[in-house]
Each structure stands twice: as C-alpha cells, then as structure tokens.
C-alpha cells in the first residue's frame, strides 16, 4: 500500500519497499541548479516543444533493456532538441544507477531530473541533479520533503494524479507539478488524467505532463490542454533516441 493506505500494482509495491529500504546520503549535497523555466522559455523561443527526454535502460512497463552509454544518450537526445534529460537512478527495477546521473550531468548542459522514489531527506543526498523527483502518492510528509529539497537547491518536479494529490503537492509549496497520465494502482494510462488536472493548476506553476505520451498527436494534445514540457521516456528510448526526439520536439 502507499502513504494514503491504497492499494498499489504488485510492481509498484515491490519498487516502495526497495525504495523505503534504500539508504541516504551521509551530507548535505548543495546544487548550484540549471534553470528548467529558464530551458522551457528557450525551447519555445527556438520553436521547440519542451521534451524531457528519459534515459530509461528499462521498467516493469517494457520489454528488454537497452544498454547504451547514458552520457552518449544524453548527448544525442539534446542534439534532437531535448530542453532537458531525466536519468532513473532506481537500480532494481529500472536499471538505473547514480553513476549514470553523475555521467549524465557532466555530458550535457541542459538540466538533468532524477526520476527516483525518493521517500526520505538523506535520500536526497546520494547525488548533485538540478531535478528531483517526488511522488505525492509515495511520501508521508510532501511539505517537508519540498522544502529539504529546495534547501539544498534543488528544483523539486512533485508527480500527482489525483486532485487530492495535486491538492497536496500545491499546499506544499511545489513549483513544478508532474501530472502521471499512468495509475500506480493498475499501471493503466489515460492522457485524460492530464486533461482533468491542468484546469486546476496554477499558472504560475510549471505544469508537465507524463507517461502515455507516444506520437506527434499526444504532444500536441498535452500542449493544448496547458502542458508546459512533456516528460518522455519509452517513445524516445525505442529506435533513433535523435530522430525521435526530434520528431516529437517538432510536432
């Protein structure tokens, strides 16, 4: 089960456990952090949609593992037009490692997200990112948890999907919401979910849209309903990382 007591897909629950298993940090990192709002405006300003394009070797949602050098990926994912590259650093079941963010962060320019499930604040500490992500669904105190991330400077991106879950990630102070289009419960995805959400966030508030987002229609769709960037993952990893981030960027 998660923090609010409900069921999640055996996956799922399996990922929490390691992850509220995993040790932190022993000091404080501090991040000196790339600006995503600042990467966003300049992808607009050059005529590009805002992709975050993820190094994902793999997941419990996609078959077979791709193991390519992170910082190469990386690399050729900004030379499609990537605004900025999210890294798993989950090891058990995404394949993901911190070295790999580490490789990462120094091969490109643009801002790097760790994409963890982070659940305690010495967790934060394991590595330098200028992202960190946060699920509502997974952590007991959000406020705290937002607040010990932007102590050490870094951009925490806080991933919902319910309006209960946007409700708590805006009271806790988060500048950058993720909107899941996939159900940890079933690990279904509906773009509805981005749909029914964007209406109620802020627009002073970064606003992402994830999972599900597959062709040149969903970006577009997940533009118009008030996507600021669009977090990509198998659609960029499956093929030509360049072209399809080119492809999506352009649409």
Same mark, same amino acid.
């Given at each position: 089960?998660? +923090?609010?007591?409900?069921?999640?897909?055996?996956?799922? &629950? +399996?990922?929490? %456990?390691?992850?509220? @298993? &995993?040790?932190?940090?022993?000091?404080?990192? *501090?991040? %000196?952090?790339? *600006?995503? $709002?600042? !990467?966003?405006?300049?992808?607009?300003?050059?005529?590009?949609?805002?992709?975050?394009?993820?190094?994902?070797?793999? *997941?419990?949602? $996609?078959?077979?593992?791709?193991?390519?050098?992170?910082? @190469?990926? !990386?690399?050729?994912?900004?030379?499609?037009?990537?605004?900025?590259? /999210?890294?798993?650093?989950?090891?058990?079941?995404?394949?993901?490692?911190?070295?790999?963010?580490?490789?990462?962060?120094?091969?490109?320019?643009?801002?790097?997200?760790?994409?963890?499930?982070?659940?305690? @604040? +010495?967790?934060?500490?394991?590595?330098? *990112?200028? =992202?960190?992500?946060?699920?509502?669904?997974?952590?007991?105190?959000?406020?705290?948890?937002?607040?010990?991330?932007?102590?050490?400077?870094?951009?925490?991106?806080?991933?919902?999907? $319910?309006?209960?879950?946007?409700?708590?990630?805006?009271?806790?102070?988060? @500048?950058?919401?993720?909107?899941?289009?996939?159900?940890?419960?079933?690990?279904? #995805?509906?773009?509805? $979910?981005?749909?029914? =959400?964007?209406?109620?966030?802020?627009?002073?508030?970064?606003?992402?849209?994830?999972?599900?987002?597959?062709? %040149?229609?969903? #970006?577009?769709?997940? &533009? /118009?309903?008030? !996507?600021?960037?669009?977090?990509?993952? +198998?659609?960029?990893?499956?093929?030509?990382?360049?072209?399809?981030?080119? &492809?999506?960027?352009?649409?």
């Amino acid at each position: 089960m998660d +923090s609010n007591g409900e069921e999640l897909a055996p996956a799922v &629950r +399996s990922i929490l %456990t390691a992850a509220r @298993e &995993r040790a932190g940090g022993d000091e404080h990192v *501090s991040v %000196t952090p790339r *600006s995503l $709002t600042d !990467a966003i405006a300049a992808a607009e300003a050059d005529g590009r949609v805002p992709v975050i394009a993820e190094v994902k070797p793999t *997941s419990p949602t $996609t078959e077979g593992q791709r193991d390519d050098d992170p910082a @190469e990926l !990386a690399r050729a994912m900004v030379a499609g037009g990537a605004t900025a590259i /999210s890294v798993l650093t989950e090891p058990e079941h995404f394949g993901g490692s911190i070295a790999a963010l580490t490789q990462v962060r120094n091969a490109v320019d643009v801002p790097v997200l760790r994409k963890d499930f982070i659940v305690t @604040e +010495s967790q934060l500490d394991l590595v330098e *990112s200028d =992202l960190v992500l946060l699920i509502a669904r997974f952590v007991d105190d959000l406020e705290h948890l937002v607040a010990a991330a932007k102590r050490r400077g870094f951009q925490p991106l806080v991933e919902v999907h $319910t309006r209960d879950e946007l409700d708590r990630a805006l009271d806790a102070g988060a @500048e950058i919401v993720g909107v899941n289009n996939r159900d940890l419960g079933r690990l279904e #995805v509906d773009l509805d $979910t981005f749909e029914s =959400l964007a209406p109620h966030v802020p627009d002073d508030v970064t606003l992402i849209a994830e999972s599900g987002i597959a062709s %040149t229609d969903d #970006v577009q769709r997940m &533009r /118009s309903a008030g !996507a600021d960037a669009l977090l990509i993952g +198998s659609a960029i990893m499956d093929g030509d990382v360049t072209e399809n981030v080119r &492809r999506l960027t352009r649409a």
